[in-house]
T-cell receptor
């Protein structure tokens, strides 16, 4: 199956700093990438949908200026948590999907291994 | 808002027993998927069932889908200690956005 990587796998930062998380599809071209956040012992919450070459679409309640998403190529999307605070500490997971030429999505999304962010 | 509700929230069984987890959702779907997550790790895709399918098998996994009741179940037969994990259902909503909405998850513990 397709492989999606995330970097870093774990990051600890001071409050007020910005952190960038990379999501890469290693062996296929991902027209769309999704970013999720997962708090301890909770489910995944979709934060935003990122399409290559266009602005990300954010879910209700997610601050676009706080969580900057860039999808500059078909294999890379980045999530930058700006001015991070302790409440942003969470597990961030990306997934990648590919559209058929018809525009329909291939059913399966491929998930990255996640990035654990701890803000002190 | 979350689409799926899962029950039970937690399940503890002995190795060799079967485990059944249920998922309910609210709106029309293209498909429903089940994922496994080991503690602190990423998601592993287990099985996908389309809205026009009623049952699907993969190894020791059996998934059913009842679109009239907007519910699905995941059965793991002959469980092993290695099956200990959290299990999530996720719905791919009609409209072909590709967005997945996850249920709250069931934490399964299989005791050796």
């Amino acid at each position: 199956g397709a492989v999606v990587s995330q970097h870093p796998s774990r990051v600890i930062c001071k409050s007020g700093t910005s952190v960038k998380i990379e999501c890469r599809s290693l062996d296929f071209q991902a027209t769309t990438m999704f970013w999720y956040r997962q708090f301890p012992k909770q489910s995944l919450m979709l934060m935003a949908t990122s399409n290559e070459g266009s602005k990300a679409t954010y879910e209700q309640g997610v601050e676009k200026d706080k969580f900057l998403i860039n999808h500059a190529s078909l294999t890379l999307s980045t999530l930058t948590v700006t001015s991070a605070h302790p409440e942003d500490s969470s597990f961030y997971i990306c997934s990648a999907a590919s559209s058929l030429l018809s525009g329909d999505f291939i059913d399966t999304q491929y998930f990255g291994p996640g990035t654990r962010l701890t803000v002190l | 808002s979350q689409q799926g509700e899962e029950d039970p929230q937690a399940l503890s069984i002995q190795e060799g027993e079967n485990a059944t987890m249920n998922c309910s959702y609210k709106t029309s779907i293209n498909n429903l998927q089940w994922y496994r997550q080991n503690s602190g790790r990423g998601l592993v895709h287990l099985i996908l069932i389309r809205s026009n399918e009623r049952e699907k098998h993969s190894g020791r996994l059996r998934v059913t889908l009842d679109t009239s009741k907007k519910s699905s179940s995941l059965l793991i037969t002959a469980s092993r200690a290695a099956d200990t994990a959290s299990y999530f259902c996720a719905t791919d909503l009609k409209g072909n956005t590709g967005k997945l909405i996850f249920g709250q998850g069931t934490t399964l513990q299989v005791k050796p």
